[in-house]
């Protein structure tokens, strides 16, 4: 069969620049970046207009303007199919757009790889959120990843999850390619100033935590271990864009609780540009990630870029990036086997999470040493180079 001396590949994606608002856009905007040096990639992103050659954006027909969010979904992969004609590889991420690449593959003759950001399966929460279109996405997950080609995980944790979740998936097909980081652009930022106008004092031991208002992302967790933090330490969560009302509530209730009984708690719920959120991070004395699921955690990488050390959940995949005695602390979880990844104790774990940040806070010295050996660790073993050499190599194997 004849090949062009260019691979093409088409992404489909619902994040892409400028509308990221996970570690899912992020991977794509930086595999698309390093991609694009040595092979076409055309990218297929959900909404607005993008100037960028080779990127185009699209939306749900307007007959679709009342219906459930993920059938929108569907109806945006829908209109996207046709564009794919003339690709060599089509590539997806998400359940957002595995239907897209699914048909894709399909009506085009072409393989169909996917990358596993996460697990519908493993997310039953959602269902709070999407209603009955929960049973649809996960119904299009199953569909996607029984028939594609090739599926990448984004660590050895997510590559479990995939065939615990999915038994007709022949292993052989999923590849473990890890998320990366640029430490160029993610790197250590002085920055008082700014500091200085949010209330943070980088005189004081500090927790840092930056994601979504999601269960997954164990927020309320958090906040409980804060309770159990000497006074001195300051708690700085950057964090918005909340799944439902209810776990916006909740978390507001518990931030209110926690501000009546000690200082320095900082709540930022604006979505922060890189410098500013890197000068946070910098500052900060740890990082914390306590995630009951958590396939890699691109934001353990950025803060490790950042010369922070991390205090993570033994969950997913972030006992790959996080070194424990290394680069930070890993604290242990037993989580029920339902999906939810709820704590089996979760006053256990809560404690054993206090714990690991009152040790890190109160030893500077040690966790400047940690913030050390992680950015040393994410320059070396995470750069999106190497991982974008994997993945070609990937689409090459396909297409021989």
């Not at 790197?187 to 927790?207: C, H, K, Y």
Request: proline share 6%.
């Amino acid at each position: 069969m004849y090949y062009r001396a260019v691979m093409r590949v088409d992404i489909i994606t619902k994040e892409y620049p400028p509308e990221i608002y996970g570690g899912a856009g992020v991977h794509v905007a930086e595999l698309v970046a390093a991609l694009r040096s040595s092979i076409d990639v055309q990218v297929r992103a959900f909404g607005s207009d993008r100037d960028e050659p080779g990127t185009q954006a699209y939306r749900a027909p307007v007959e679709l303007a009342g219906a459930n969010a993920a059938v929108q979904t569907l109806g945006t992969d829908l209109v996207m199919v046709g564009d794919v004609a003339g690709a060599d590889v089509v590539h997806s991420h998400t359940w957002y757009a595995n239907f897209a690449g699914h048909l894709a593959s399909q009506l085009h003759g072409i393989p169909h790889v996917l990358t596993a950001h996460s697990l519908e399966p493993l997310r039953p929460w959602k269902a709070e959120q999407l209603g009955g279109g929960y049973a649809v996405s996960s119904g299009i997950e199953k569909l996607a990843y029984e028939n594609a080609a090739a599926i990448v995980a984004v660590s050895a944790g997510m590559r479990a999850d995939i065939l615990r979740s999915y038994p007709q998936v022949d292993p052989a097909r999923v590849r473990v390619i890890h998320n990366g980081i640029d430490v160029e652009r993610w790197r250590p930022i002085e920055n008082p100033e700014f500091l200085a106008s949010i209330g943070m004092d980088a005189a004081r031991p500090s927790v840092v935590f930056v994601g979504r208002i999601t269960r997954q992302k164990g927020l309320p967790y958090l906040l409980r271990a804060a309770q159990l933090l000497p006074p001195e330490v300051q708690l700085v969560l950057c964090a918005g864009a909340p799944d439902t009302p209810e776990i916006m509530a909740e978390v507001q209730e518990l931030v209110r609780l926690l501000q009546q009984t000690r200082q320095g708690v900082i709540w930022i719920e604006r979505m922060l540009p890189r410098d500013e959120l890197s000068a946070i991070l910098t500052a900060a004395t740890t990082f914390v990630c306590p995630s009951v699921y958590e396939p890699l955690g691109i934001v353990n990488l950025e803060a490790m870029a950042c010369g922070a050390a991390v205090v993570g959940t033994r969950t997913g995949g972030i006992p790959e990036v996080v070194a424990d005695g290394v680069t930070g602390r890993i604290v242990p979880i037993e989580q029920l086997q339902d999906g939810t990844g709820t704590p089996v104790d979760p006053e256990r774990f809560v404690s054993d999470l206090a714990a690991a940040l009152t040790e890190v806070t109160g030893d500077p010295e040690r966790a400047a040493e940690y913030g050390a050996a992680g950015r040393e660790r994410a320059r070396t073993e995470f750069s999106w180079g190497a991982i974008a050499d994997t993945t070609r190599a990937l689409y090459e194997e396909l297409t021989a």
